[in-house]
């Protein structure tokens, strides 16, 4: 049972919970808590079939025509369908939305590579159509081939090999090619089942679309890491499990942007079923201890309708996964050497947050590209976004996490301790992003157990704004993020003038918030363990 926790004052975390209850009222489907059974039923899982050898050939080329017809959208067929195949009759059909790949027990859901199991067109032999720098790796036995259809008519797939393993440089976000990808398409007023493919390149039909001309799309960030890593753990390894951490605030929060941005939700539960199945398809890629993390990107773009102002008809959403290393690599290298303490050299510049700032579309970030490269050529690590009125300058969030700055202060007559920390944040009520790390920290801080593990009183406050002056005159600061994690500051220049975070006590009080955050991350927080679901 989740413990009773004090309510936040933020008036702008009051106006989103209600704001939730009013979409789960109007769209109960969506909004339905996730259940597994019912998860179950919106993912594809390829069933198997038997085909006389001698009929073999006659079947598939019948079963194609009836595909490319849109008779059927899914088929399974031997793996001896494979000897008549080229790799440039794979492409062809992939061109036309059709996707062959295989399934075994390990992958029972598919998305297994296969064009490297069949021959070369004879009259391109001269043609490299794969990279020559891929290893080719062992083959693993399949069981079957699935030709699928879904994705016919409204987008394209071009299957590519995934790499032999994970890359020594994974530092930032690089897109690595893994091993599969989870995609539905919205077609003919609803959502498809989730499938299973091999990772690839999609090709879409055409620019004219809403996402590119309009940008309405939105995505989450998700991650693993490991277990020992003082970092935020969205996905964990242990002992061969996969922890996911609370995976429906994601979902419910992409539904919200789906609603707010004219498109046809993804439900709560096909979201989380998606996240799972792409995580299990991809284990491979989640680097080892201290090595990095998985980050996991679920995703919706529209396909159509770009040349009138106007929504589209057909969507794709995704879930792709890629390793990676550090996100925000440390800035001037003579700042870092001076610091005791490591962190972010962050650069504040004024740059409002608009209305949809408060959810998690794709148009949200570009607006800030041009300042953060500017911030980065100068030797920073990250920007902090500010907004200006006749008070003074007031801060929003980091470039793509929430920020916090943290005070110390005098305990009251009830503390045992020499001193107590206040812990600001910006309201919800300025357009931020309503973060789930943010949203998890101060929910663990509102809990008694919590404050008495850490040994002192931690106030908080989340309803108001956070002006120039208070940076200037705090005694530390940290942001919270996906990729980022809780990631310490350890200073801020406002205006030509930077303030410094090495003050010792604050910054131990940091690490411990690391710590804890990592139990429940980990599910090993007591009282919290609803918090991680087990895969």
């Known amino acids: 049972m989740a413990p009773a926790l004090a309510k936040s004052a933020d008036p702008g975390q009051l106006a989103l919970d209600e704001h939730y209850a009013q979409l789960q009222e109007a769209h109960p489907d969506i909004f339905q808590p996730y259940d597994p059974a019912v998860a179950a039923e919106t993912l594809y899982r390829p069933v198997l079939r038997e ?12 079963s194609i025509a009836l595909l490319l017809e849109g008779h059927t959208r899914d088929l399974t067929f031997p ?16 061109t036309r939305g059709i996707v062959i790949d ?14 490297d199991r069949v021959r070369k067109n004879e009259l391109l032999d001269y043609v490299e159509l794969e990279p020559t720098d891929v290893e080719v790796v062992q083959h693993e036995t399949i069981d079957a081939v699935r030709i699928s259809a879904v994705l016919e008519s409204v987008t394209s797939l071009i299957t590519d090999p995934s790499a032999p393993g994970i890359p020594e440089d994974i530092s930032g976000l690089p ?15 609803k959502w498809s089942k989730t499938h299973v493919f091999p990772h690839g390149r999609w090709l879409d039909h055409g620019v004219d679309n809403t996402t ?38 994601n979902a419910r929060r992409f539904a919200k942007t789906c609603v707010r941005l004219g498109i046809p939700p993804v439900s709560v539960n096909q979201f989380v ?6 995580v299990e398809a991809n284990r491979r890629f989640i680097p080892k201890k201290g090595e990095g993390s998985l980050y996991i990107r679920p995703y919706v773009v529209g396909l159509t309708g770009g040349t009138g102002a106007k929504v589209a008809k057909t969507y794709r959403f995704a879930v792709q996964v890629s390793p990676f290393g550090k ?118 801080l509102r809990d008694p157990k919590i404050q008495q593990r850490l040994g002192r009183k931690v106030y908080l406050n989340d309803y108001d704004k956070i002006s120039d002056v208070d940076i200037a005159s705090a005694d530390g600061a940290f942001s919270t993020g996906t990729a980022a994690g809780i990631n310490n500051i350890a200073s801020i220049t406002i205006n030509e003038a930077t303030c410094s975070f090495q003050e010792a006590e604050t910054q131990e009080f940091i690490k411990a918030l690391q710590n804890l955050l990592q139990d429940a991350l980990a599910g090993q927080l007591e009282g919290y363990e609803h918090w991680v679901m087990k895969v």
């Open 327 to 444: 996100y925000l690599k440390p800035g001037k290298t003579e700042a870092v050497e001076k610091t005791k303490y490591p962190g972010s050299f962050v650069k504040a510049i004024v740059c409002p947050r608009g209305e949809a700032g408060r959810d998690k579309a794709i148009a949200n970030y570009a607006i800030m590209f041009a300042e953060k490269e500017k911030a980065k050529a100068e030797g920073f690590t990250d920007i902090l976004l500010m907004e200006k009125d006749e008070y003074g300058e007031f801060a929003t969030e980091c470039g793509t996490s929430n920020f916090f700055i943290v005070k110390k202060c005098l305990p009251d007559e009830e503390s045992d301790s020499e001193y107590d920390f206040e812990l600001s944040t910006t309201t919800l009520e300025k357009n931020i992003l309503p973060g789930i790390t943010r949203k998890s920290l101060l929910e663990l």
């Open 212 to 249: 590119s001309q309009y940008g309405q799309g939105g995505f989450e960030g998700m991650k693993s890491v490991d277990l020992n890593e003082f970092d935020e753990v969205e996905i964990g390894v242990k002992d061969g499990q996969v922890n996911i951490f609370r995976p429906e605030e």
């Open 175 to 189: 897109s690595i090619p893994v091993d599969s990808l989870a995609v539905a398409v919205y077609q003919d007023g």
């Open 51 to 62: 085909i006389e050898p001698d009929q073999l050939v006659l079947s598939f080329k019948r």
């Open 273 to 278: 079923e998606a996240v799972k199945v792409a």
């Open 79 to 94: 793996p001896e369908v494979l000897d008549f195949l080229t790799r440039e009759d794979m492409t062809f059909l992939e």
């Open 102 to 115: 295989g399934v075994n027990n390990a992958h029972p859901n598919g998305g297994i590579y296969l064009k």
